[in-house]
């Protein structure tokens, strides 16, 4: 299953960064240059290895920009786009991939889709070719689109069945209701019967230009048989003579009070918790304080909740919080799941901890190991090409500058014990969340009444 719009962007980077202020890995700057249709792109030759990796970012192609009735729409066209063009069918697409031993797949996040892609240099004219074939000439073919709709629709019943991942997308959509960063890349089972060959195009004219969209490409190339290249294929890509939508969306919501959530999912054996309360957008200042009290409290294996809860009393054998960030705001979370017996243990257990986050705070040893810990603990995967292309478009999209790793890096080195106690107190859940549960109803509800009053609903309903 693709991306469920629920992932952490440049915190995949950044979460995987080994980078010491003495000396660790600098995001080389790449060359810019700009296509006759607005297309930005940037270039950085690599010649280590005989392999090219590029990405391109297409913003407003997210799931936050669907019509809510047609959600899972934007995840189904990044499918579509690669099943055939007017020139190619999809077999004879995925036939020239496999023999020159490429990849190309397209994705969302709620902001934006992006497309990859990976060869050896050797083939890369033809990669770039099927790619802009794919972006420029879709076919859209009503076959392919027929087939697929049940395929998306049986994919939600087999989530359901897994409940980590319901409980995430359960938590999504009762944490920003109505609010289109709720919408999902899996759709649901009501929005892909209402959907039509004539919807996927006009949402595709619409987000898909080539004067809003971002490439990066890294490797083992040579820049000037490069533009050429691109101008002959994704340089072809007409910019449409209408101006780009502009891409904005209401404020995230503002949690007032606590909401509580059961899905009763009545073969379970396990209850499985998410909570969430507003974070901060991409870029704000906080981040560095912020990761190293997250890192403290649920980032780690030896942190807060794992220590607690899977460390001295085997409730669980995963634990995690974490954080999301977007342009205009963001969330932080806490997830953990044990037997449904167990669930008011393990959430008391939650509450005394964050309780502790917010009166006492860290102590100054601590700080030292999360710094250490984020400056350490990671193989240096930026090093990869794949990574570097990723992180020019995203660095881009967000406004960032390519020197924001290496910033981010330095800041982390200078967390002191207030800034990280101050950044737990803003953030981690306390008077102002929602909790998702997805558990067996009848054996939890007893024990979870305690907590507040939940609203109650079956893991059958249609959607999350």
Not at 162 to 179: C, V
Request: aromatic share 12%; hydrophobic share 40%.
């Amino acid at each position: 299953m693709k991306n469920t719009g629920y992932i952490l962007s440049l915190m995949f980077l950044l979460a995987s960064l080994t980078l010491s202020a003495g000396g660790g890995i600098k995001l080389p700057e790449p060359d810019k240059i700009t296509l006759d249709n607005g297309m930005t792109v940037f270039l950085l030759e690599d010649h280590e290895l005989p392999i090219v990796n590029f990405n391109l970012l297409l913003p407003g192609a997210g799931t936050a920009f669907e019509d809510r009735q047609y959600e899972g729409l934007s995840d189904l066209i990044t499918y579509m786009l690669l099943k055939g063009t007017k020139t190619m069918s999809a077999d004879q697409i995925s036939e020239e991939l496999d023999f020159m031993g490429a990849t190309l797949d397209g994705n969302v996040t709620e902001e934006y889709a992006f497309f990859r892609g990976y060869c050896l240099s050797e083939h890369l004219d033809k990669l770039v070719g099927i790619a802009a074939d794919s972006l420029i000439n879709p076919a859209f073919k009503e076959d392919e689109f027929k087939q697929e709709i049940p395929r998306r629709i049986d994919r939600i019943a087999t989530i359901k069945d897994s409940p980590f991942q319901a409980a995430q997308l359960y938590f999504q959509k009762a944490y920003f209701g109505d609010h289109p960063m709720g919408n999902l890349a899996v759709g649901n089972e009501v929005s892909f019967k209402r959907m039509s060959i004539d919807i996927i195009k006009t949402h595709y004219k619409k987000y898909y230009r080539p004067d809003t969209s971002i490439l990066a490409v890294v490797g083992n190339f040579d820049s000037k048989k490069l533009i050429k290249l691109l101008k002959n294929t994704l340089g072809k890509w007409e910019r449409p003579a209408s101006p780009a939508s502009k891409l904005e969306l209401p404020p995230l919501p503002k949690i007032e009070g606590k909401k509580f959530v059961v899905i009763d999912k009545p073969d379970a054996t396990q209850t499985y918790f998410v909570m969430g309360a507003p974070g901060f957008r991409n870029g704000d200042p906080v981040l560095p304080s912020y990761r190293v009290a997250n890192t403290l409290f649920g980032g780690r294996f030896t942190s807060w909740m794992s220590t607690e809860l899977r460390i001295k009393r085997g409730l669980t054998y995963n634990t995690r919080s974490s954080y999301s960030m977007w342009k205009n705001g963001g969330s932080v979370s806490a997830a953990s799941y044990t037997q449904n017996k167990n669930i008011a243990l393990m959430l008391d257990i939650t509450f005394d901890l964050l309780k502790k986050a917010h009166t006492e705070g860290f102590v100054d040893t601590e700080v030292e190991s999360a710094r250490n810990y984020i400056m350490g603990q990671f193989p240096p995967t930026l090093e990869r090409a794949a990574s570097k292309a990723r992180a020019y478009v995203e660095l881009s999209f967000y406004n960032l500058g390519f020197d924001y790793y290496n910033k981010f890096l330095s800041a982390i080195e200078k967390v002191t014990k207030t800034q990280a106690d101050e950044a737990a107190r803003n953030f981690l859940p306390q008077d102002n969340y929602v909790l998702v549960l997805v558990g067996k109803l009848e054996q939890i509800k007893p024990l979870i009444g305690k907590f507040g009053t939940f609203v109650e609903r079956k893991i059958t309903d249609s959607g999350f």
